[in-house]
């Protein structure tokens, strides 16, 4: 049993309950939401309610909502698992309209950002919205290596098991959980074979520019069914639809996007790579590397665009951060040696960015060339963490 490990996310999550009567934390299935919020709770010092509204009992004390509310008017109260009732944004509204004190309800969810973004429409204006990702290497280094954290991803239980074994079933586990009970609790009459054949075909092109028609055959679906399935894989989480940079170039650009699995442990598990040797002798492994840092990235800054840059020639630019006019490029070489190929460095000339990163699993970042550093991914988060 592992004491609670901090999370970067409680910075930001005490930042919302501060300036808005309703905090929503969203993010996938077991990545920690719950622990992440009883925690901030207990050490907050402030009156708090929690209820799980998986149970039933919890559920009752709602049952006349209007007087809980009145009861705990000066209480933050979280509701996890708002997913199961999706309807009590609308009750919401009226309360948050009625006293909008800061930092008064601490909301969890499971469900599709999609069905938030729809169920708190009422609530525009009274909401902060807050990813949850499986854990990043910054918050767990002290107790884990890179590569354990790359084999078995971020997810705590998969991470902190005792053992690779019990890691690999723990996710083999979770695939068909989601698969079964997830995807049908949201109301999406999807074929679970069918999704897993699509999750399976996905993890085979992790990485790589996608072609809707190829895949789609691949599945034995539509095209338009393809991009439904994909979305719901998005908008729970496990997938990532990484868009092309709309930079006015000479050069001809690739136009469709990537598609990246968001977690290491679940690509690899798709892909019945159970140890760290599997790993290094399977033609994912650069993919596996460039997604996983990816997510650490996106994951530490939020507030940042994240995109790719492909020409037509085979130039390109794994990853793309912009703010306004700012510019930041990742690269990434799963190699202790790593070298960008030539025309990576022809697209920096034209881009001009104030960061120039290679994340490599390197024993000790340095500097490759003027303007560019090669890190590994804790020098990588402290710098980004420190900005």
């Known amino acids: 049993m592992h004491a609670y ?11 919302a309950l501060n300036r808005s009567p309703v905090t929503v934390i969203l ?23 929690y209820l799980d509204l998986q149970n039933r009992s919890h559920r009752n004390m709602l049952t006349e909502p209007e007087l809980f509310f009145e009861e705990h ?17 609308s009750v919401l509204r009226s309360e948050v309209d009625r006293n909008r004190r800061p930092g008064r309800f601490l909301i969890l969810g499971s469900a599709t950002r999609d069905l938030i973004h729809q169920t708190s ?54 695939i068909r959980t989601f698969l079964e009970r997830d995807i049908p609790e949201l109301g999406l009459k999807i074929p679970s074979k069918v999704m897993e054949r699509l999750w399976l075909l996905l993890s085979h092109i992790h990485g790589q520019v996608i072609n809707y028609s190829k895949l789609a055959g691949s599945a034995d679906i539509s095209v338009l069914t393809l991009k439904k399935y994909m979305g719901v894989l998005e908008s729970t989480y496990m997938l990532r ?3 092309p940079c709309e930079a006015n170039m000479k050069k001809r650009l690739i136009k469709s996007p990537k598609v990246y699995l968001r977690d290491s442990g679940i690509l690899h598990a798709l892909q019945r790579i159970e140890t760290f040797d599997d790993l290094l002798a399977h033609p994912v492994v650069g993919f596996s590397w460039e997604g996983m840092a990816i997510e650490q990235i996106t994951a530490m ?14 130039a390109e630019i794994d990853l793309i951060m912009e703010k306004g006019n700012r510019v930041r490029i990742f690269e990434f070489k799963a190699s202790k040696a790593p070298k960008p190929e ?10 001009k960015p104030e960061m120039v990163v290679i994340v490599s699993p390197v024993d000790q970042p340095y500097t490759y060339r003027q303007g560019v550093r090669v890190e590994n991914l804790h020098s990588l988060g402290q710098m980004l963490l420190s900005d």
């Open 27 to 49: 993010g996938p299935r077991q990545c920690g939401k719950s622990t992440l919020a009883r925690e901030f709770l207990r050490k907050s010092g402030e009156s708090t309610v």
């Open 301 to 314: 800054l939020p507030r940042w665009r994240p995109s790719f840059l492909q020409t037509s020639n085979g």
């Open 121 to 174: 429409e009422s609530l525009a204006g009274r909401i902060a919205l807050l990813d949850l990702t499986p854990f990043l290497f910054t918050e767990v280094e002290s107790i884990t290596k890179t590569s354990t954290l790359w084999l078995r991803g971020g997810f705590p239980d998969s991470l902190l098991a005792t053992d690779n074994e019990d890691s690999f079933a723990w996710r083999l586990d979770f």
């Open 73 to 89: 008017q000066n209480d933050l109260i979280c509701l996890d698992e708002i997913q199961h009732i999706p309807e009590f944004f």
């Open 241 to 243: 639809i990484l868009p």
């Open 342 to 351: 030539r025309g990576f460095w022809a697209l920096l000339e034209t881009l």
């Open 5 to 15: 490990i901090t999370r970067i996310a409680e910075k930001a999550l005490a930042k």
